[in-house]
Antibody, heavy 122, light 107 residues
Framework: QVQLRESGPGLVKPSQTLSLTCSVS??????????WSWIRQPPGKGLEWIGY???????YFNPSLKSRITMSLDTSKNQVSLILSSVTAADTAVYYC??????????????WGQGTLVTVSS | DIQMTQSPSSLSASVGDRLTITCRAS??????LNWYQQKPGTAPKLLIY???SLKTGVPPRFNGSGSGTDFTLTINSLQPEDFATYYC?????????FGGGTKVDIK
């Protein structure tokens, strides 16, 4: 079955750039018809969709973060990457990657990775 | 952005209870509504998609209904493993948005 695992630095300084990687197993990001999503959750708070990238490379971002986000695919490693620039303390959160299967019934997230906590602090 | 409002934000229940969680959208979203369960320290898990379709492997005591702006998640005969936080999520319009969550704990 599809499994995802996020990785990245646990601590980032304010104004710096956050880089996260999602390693995918059980599916090929190069050929399988999926979207690959990033979602975040500040400690003790709710969920925020960051955006997703289609297997053909098209990206769709939350307008609230769009100016600071880059997403990409590394097909040789079967990985999805998220870059968030100019971070502040408000970007402290658990970051999840998830698969969004193509469907006429809408977009949902299944499965999710286990998440990785990123703290923005000097 | 479409705002998703869940109620209640928290509730206490007992094993065997039947409980209902409500999710209301700020504009019509047809049936583009999904439900997730999240336990502390773990990632959310999909329960129901397209308002009423049960994900394979999810117990049938979970039931989703609704269309338009008003949706419900019903859990029949609450089990110990059901104590968790539940989120709704719309996919009618970008940005995809979630409700604020409903925490279900033991009475």
């Amino acid at each position: 079955q599809v499994q995802l695992r996020e990785s990245g630095p646990g601590l980032v300084k304010p104004s710096q750039t956050l880089s996260l990687t999602c390693s995918v197993s059980g599916a090929s990001i190069r050929t399988d018809d999926n979207y690959w999503s990033w979602i975040r959750q500040p400690p003790g708070k709710g969920l925020e969709w960051i955006g997703y990238i289609y297997y053909r490379g098209h990206t769709y971002f939350n307008p609230s973060l769009k100016s600071r986000i880059t997403m990409s695919l590394d097909t040789s490693k079967n990985q999805v990457s998220l870059i968030l620039s100019s971070v502040t303390a408000a970007d402290t959160a658990v970051y999840y990657c998830a698969r969004t299967p193509p469907a006429s019934l809408g977009d949902w997230f299944d499965p999710w990775g286990q998440g990785t906590l990123v703290t923005v602090s000097s | 952005d479409i705002q998703m409002t869940q109620s209640p934000s928290s509730l206490s229940a007992s094993v065997g209870d039947r409980l209902t969680i409500t999710c209301r959208a700020s504009q019509t979203i047809n049936n583009y509504l999904n439900w997730y369960q999240q336990k502390p320290g773990t990632a959310p898990k999909l329960l129901i998609y397209a308002a009423s379709s049960l994900k394979t492997g999810v117990p049938p005591r979970f039931n989703g209904s609704g269309s338009g702006t008003d949706f419900t998640l019903t859990i029949n005969s609450l089990q110990p493993e059901d104590f968790a936080t539940y989120y709704c999520q719309q996919s009618h319009s970008s940005p995809l948005t979630f409700g604020g969550g409903t925490k279900v704990d033991i009475k």
